[in-house]
């Protein structure tokens, strides 16, 4: 989907936006962990209309903005080089590269122990690792959406018709009108409340598709302690 880069004046403050058109009835103003801010908008929308809605929020995503910019600047480029700490489920774990004939990534007393037979290529190692990530987010995020299915009082009426894992940049996950459940590969580093913290919010989107009151009050219900979740969330992958 084509984005449409925009800026709106707010006072002293200049706040750049992306406009995202899509069929839909409804505008929605989000604020994304790196400080962006997102407009999803009918495609009929006229950019007054827009820049409306969004004067009306700006204080809001303002506030947003400070929230998220105290968790920059993000966690530096990793090497992928032995003795480089790599997160998985929210712990630490040192990257070992280790010659081998057969490659492959094991978790291993505190250590993700990568063997490889390029011990001299950092590419090789991501590859890897990355791949491994992957192997595990594909275990473990159907586990969670089970356990994560309890927390309502209907469990099948909110269950995904499908699971999609892919490396994105803004979002940690979403649910397209399908049902179909999209969570950011990242999220395998996090720990494994606030993966349920993700996917419980995804969860109720099915029920409510909005951002309104009526998503957080059943947010709240099914999971009270979501918000400390969701700063856990943002403070371990920052």
């Not at 004939?101 to 978790?107: E, I, R, T």
């Not at 959406?145 to 894992?165: K, N, Q, T």
């Not at 029920?207 to 009270?224: I, K, S």
């Amino acid at each position: 989907m084509k984005r449409q880069g925009h800026c709106l004046r707010y006072g002293a403050y200049q706040i750049a936006y992306e406009i995202v058109r899509r069929p839909r009835k409804t505008l929605e103003i989000a604020v994304e962990p790196d400080t962006s801010v997102v407009v999803t908008a009918p495609a009929d929308a006229a950019l007054e209309a827009i820049e409306a809605k969004l004067r009306k929020r700006a204080a809001w995503v303002l506030r947003q903005q400070r929230y998220f910019a105290q968790f920059l600047p993000r966690t530096p480029e990793r090497r992928f080089v032995s003795g480089e700490t790599h997160l998985y489920l929210g712990r630490q774990y040192r990257l070992k590269v280790v010659p081998h004939v057969q490659a492959g990534v094991k978790l291993i007393r505190g250590f993700i122990v990568v063997h490889t037979h390029r011990p001299d290529r950092p590419d090789v190692t991501r590859a890897l690792v990355e791949a491994w990530y992957r192997e595990r987010a594909h275990v473990k995020f159907p586990d969670r959406i089970e356990h994560c299915l309890g927390f309502f009082p209907d469990p099948e009426a909110f269950r995904p018709r499908s699971l999609i894992v892919r490396q994105i940049r803004q979002r940690w996950g979403s649910m397209s009108p399908a049902g179909r459940l999209l969570l950011n590969l990242r999220l395998i580093q996090a720990p494994v409340d606030a993966i349920d913290y993700v996917i419980t919010h995804e969860l109720c989107h099915i029920a409510e598709p909005h951002h309104g009151p009526a998503f957080f009050d059943l947010l709240a219900q099914v999971m009270p302690d979501w918000d400390r979740r969701k700063q856990r969330l943002e403070r371990t992958l920052a």
